[in-house]
């Protein structure tokens, strides 16, 4: 089936670009949001889906189960290797 849809210019270079920054066709970008738009792809279910057909580690059950980042000790570990290899110390 063919849809001709008449948009506001502005609105149809933010559909190029979206559609180029996603590497698909401009028809294909207005399915997935159609699609979305009517409940057929929500992308919590599909990543349900995924996890069921594919049980490993890499797909976290529960992600609030996950350590979270710790930005000091991050920050120290990184500080720490960049003396180590680049030497000095400085202010930091």
């Known amino acids: 089936m063919s849809v001709s849809v008449r948009m506001h210019?502005?609105?149809e270079i933010e559909l190029e670009q979206a559609a180029r920054r996603q590497g698909v066709m401009e028809s294909q970008f207005i399915i997935a949001a159609v699609e979305r738009a009517?409940?057929?792809?929500?992308?919590h279910e599909l990543m349900l889906v995924l996890q069921a057909e594919e049980p490993c580690s890499r797909y976290p059950r529960d992600a609030r189960a996950e350590v979270p980042y710790e930005t000091d000790v991050s920050r120290a570990k990184l500080t720490s290797r960049l003396r180590a290899k680049h030497g000095g110390g400085g202010a930091g």
Request: aromatic share 0%.
């Open 9 to 11: 210019p502005l609105l």
């Open 38 to 43: 009517l409940g057929r792809k929500n992308p």
